[in-house]
């Protein structure tokens, strides 16, 4: 074997040990995360863009229901941490909230909208979906 070889190998075999160094704990940390990022509004639906967004609307339905405080509604979206729009001048445009999750391949989204009469919930929708790589 010739020097130059030898330090070929060497190379490598060190290249490949720092990458391992490197790699293993990034890997173990990601996949030891819990699902803490996601509020309970959304935890637990089927990762499936279409299933997910039907499951995520019937949550939200049995969650707010029709007639129920808007108040409460909008309390509960902020504690989880959706953002919302303000107030629109024109009530019967409605109002919209959204949490928007990046993951390593995905963005998620889950959106909900309501419109309020009085302080009481008229509608109230749920959407699911994303973009991936």
Request: proline share 7%; with cysteine.
């Amino acid at each position: 074997m010739t020097g130059r070889t030898l330090v070929i190998l060497l190379g490598g075999a060190v290249l490949l040990t720092v990458t391992t160094l490197v790699a293993v704990p990034f890997w173990a940390v990601l996949t030891a995360m819990p699902d803490r990022a996601r509020p309970s509004l959304v935890q637990n639906l089927p990762t499936e863009f279409a299933r997910g967004d039907a499951a995520f609307a019937a949550r939200i339905a049995d969650t707010f229901p029709l007639g129920s405080s808007e108040g409460g509604l909008i309390s509960r979206l902020r504690a989880e941490g959706f953002s919302s729009d303000p107030p629109a001048a024109n009530p019967a445009e409605g109002r919209r909230a959204w949490f928007v999750l990046s993951e390593p391949s995905c963005t998620l989204t889950w959106r909900v909208g309501w419109r309020a009469e009085d302080g009481r919930l008229a509608s109230v929708t749920g959407a699911y979906g994303g973009t991936c790589l």
